[in-house]
């Protein structure tokens, strides 16, 4: 199990562009949470799926933003129409259950939005 | 709502001594978990220490222990021995015990520098 991993680690994209980022959790892990976080602040909470169902979703995750996780294994989260303000670290994240069960998270995706 | 409180943007400590972070919550609920989580630079977020709020007995986790203050909606972050490896952003995480409402909430994180 080489734990959380998501593609790409970096992206840098053009106003206006459409932009698709990927999590793999770890296999046997049924929640899975998308975070952003931006220079000197805590991850803040985008989306989180129990399986495929998408079960929360942050204000922050404007209409422009869709998140899936078809047949509860890897996620995606897309962004349409990027604007500079989306430029983010986005954080994926799984566990294996509620409560004091731990966050596995991955390495994160750094977006650019030029 | 939750929200997690970090008053100290950055500390810093003398290799081999102890440090405290600090952090804050608010919550209505009863029954939550605490989390200290580590992210040292440019790499990815690793736990370091959790706590029930229905256990009285502070977590401890080797060199690391918590003084977690229910009343007081407090939960402190003590590391003992510093070690240059403990360099890092350090977040502290609130989650609800609810099923439904599952995700994490943290705080905006503690810079620790160890100073050989």
């Known amino acids: 199990d080489t734990g959380v991993s998501q593609d790409p680690r970096h992206k840098i994209t053009k106003r206006g562009q459409n932009v698709t980022f990927r999590c793999d959790p770890i296999?046997?892990?049924?929640?899975l949470y998308w975070y952003r976080q931006t220079l000197g602040q805590g991850p803040e909470f985008l989306t989180y799926?129990?399986?495929?169902?998408?079960?929360?979703k942050s204000r922050l995750l404007s209409d422009r933003f869709s998140a899936e996780r078809p047949k509860g294994s890897f996620s995606t989260l897309e962004i349409q129409r990027t604007e500079q303000g989306d430029s983010a670290m986005y954080l994926c994240a799984s566990s294996l259950g509620p409560g004091n069960t731990e966050a596995f998270f991955g390495q994160g995706t750094r977006l650019t939005v030029v | 709502a939750q929200t997690v409180t970090q008053s100290q943007p950055e500390m810093s400590v003398q290799e081999a001594e102890t440090v405290t972070l600090s952090c804050t919550y608010d919550?209505?609920?009863?029954?939550?978990?605490l989390f200290w989580y580590k992210q040292p630079p440019s790499r990815q977020m690793i736990l370091v220490i959790r706590?029930?709020?229905?256990?009285?007995q502070n977590a401890t986790e080797n060199r690391f222990s918590v003084n977690f203050q229910k009343a007081a909606k407090s939960f402190s972050l003590k590391i003992s021995d510093s070690q240059l490896g403990d360099a890092a952003m350090y977040f502290c995480?609130?989650?609800?015990?609810?099923?439904?409402?599952?995700?994490?909430?943290f705080g905006t994180g503690t810079s620790l520098t160890v100073i050989p």
């Open positions: 296999s046997e892990h049924n929640r």
């Open positions: 919550t209505s609920e009863s029954d939550y978990y």
């Open positions: 799926f129990q399986n495929e169902a998408q079960l929360e």
């Open positions: 995480a609130y989650r609800t015990d609810d099923v439904t409402g599952n995700q994490f909430y």
């Open positions: 706590q029930e709020a229905y256990k009285q």
